[in-house]
Structure formats: C-alpha cells, structure tokens
C-alpha cells in the first residue's frame, strides 16, 4: 500500500514539472485535477490540494504573457463543479445502488459518513464539504442518492468550487509570506472572530436558509 500512494506521490510530483516545463499546460492539469479531486470513486487516489497549491506556486514564477492566474482559475473552478455535477448524477440515477458500485463499494466507511453530514447539514454540506477533503466527492454522491433537488445543489457547487479552487491558487501564487501581510492587513484575529460569528449565525438559522432556498428554487 505504501508503494502505491508512493506511486500517486510520484505522478503528482510529474505533473507539477510538466507545468513548470511547460507552463501552458497549466489549466489543463488544473482542470484534470480539480475533477478527479471532486469525481466520486478516483477523488481518493487524487492528491488535488497538493497539486493545486503547486500549480499556484508554478503561476507566480512563470511569464505571465504565458497565461495568467484567471484562466487556470476558470479551468480549475469548471473541474471542479463538473465533478461534483457527475458524482450527484450518479447518485440521482442509480440511487442506493451506486453505494454497491466498484469503486464507491471500497469506501463504504467513508459513505456512510458522507451520508451522516449531509443528513445534518442539508445543502450547507455541498459548500462545506469541498473544503473537506474526506466529504469533497462523497457529499454530491449522496446527495443525488437522497434526491437533493438540482438547483440549491448547483448554487451551492458553484459557489463552493470558484471559492475552493481560488483559494488553493492563491496560496500557492501567494507565498506564505504575503499571506502574512494579508491576513494582517485584513485585521488579523479579530477578522477571523468575525468571520466565525457569521459561519455561527449560518448554522444556527441554517434551516430558515435551507427553507428558503428551497422556495425559490426547489
């Protein structure tokens, strides 16, 4: 087993050199990552974050008369979203019956929690669970399973893929240290209280949200 994810580490480390030799390629690995990343089944063989990140740091060093940060951005978010469109497809169309699928059936721990979260959190578990690496293509898969209507799933995919896939460019394109300038110019702690307050709020009238997502697109 070491071997094989050593093998994964492998690809991944020859994918980022291939950007870095070949930088015009980037947002199509971009975009081949962020939808094996959100495909159910191969998402757990798919060291996205890693790459994506990689890809970021290849963006910043590169010419940017090459191809610059909003395309791969576009690319990856596209991934990203098609990913989970097809998972929650599957889910849709073969119901229970995909839990019993090669190779969703391999990973019957992990479904059943995916299944846990979503029956908790409703369409909220779409946007959290992209950033969650165990829930990023298991939560979209149990959604179509539980008959989740299209629309608050789609709205909730977009979202959360233009968010997930910018954030992950951005911190390798970045660097650490001005993500320290930021996250100080951005006030720092008191920042991220507020911002905790408002996530608190969310889940607190969570199901209000829901309902009323539900209204206008349901």
């Known amino acids: 087993m070491h071997g094989f994810f050593g093998w994964i580490q492998e690809a991944a480390d020859w994918l980022l050199g291939f950007a870095k030799a070949h930088p015009e390629s980037a947002f199509m690995i971009a975009f081949i990552v962020s939808f094996g990343e959100s495909f159910a089944g191969i998402s757990f063989l798919v060291p996205g974050t890693t790459i994506m990140i990689g890809i970021g740091a290849v963006l910043r060093a590169m010419d940017t008369d090459v191809l610059g940060f909003w395309p791969t951005w576009a690319a990856a978010a596209v991934g990203a979203i098609l990913g989970d469109w097809i998972s929650y497809w599957f889910g849709q169309h073969y119901h229970e019956h995909v839990l019993d699928m090669w190779p969703v059936r ?113």
């Not at 950033?131 to 909730?156: D, E, H, I, K, N």
């Not at 001005?178 to 911002?195: D, V």
């Open 106 to 218: 391999r990973y019957r721990a992990q479904m059943t929690k995916a299944l846990e979260f979503f029956g908790r959190w409703g369409v909220w578990a779409i946007f959290i669970g992209r950033f969650m690496g165990p829930f990023r293509a298991t939560v979209p898969l149990v959604a179509g399973v539980s008959r989740m209507p299209f629309w608050p799933f789609q709205l909730a995919n977009v979202l959360s893929a233009l968010i997930w896939s910018a954030t992950l460019l951005l911190v390798g394109a970045m660097g650490w240290d001005t993500l320290k300038s930021t996250w100080h110019w951005l006030g720092g702690w008191p920042s991220l209280a507020a911002i905790a307050v408002l996530l608190l709020l969310a889940v607190f009238f969570r199901e209000r949200i829901v309902s009323t997502f539900r209204r206008m697109f349901g």
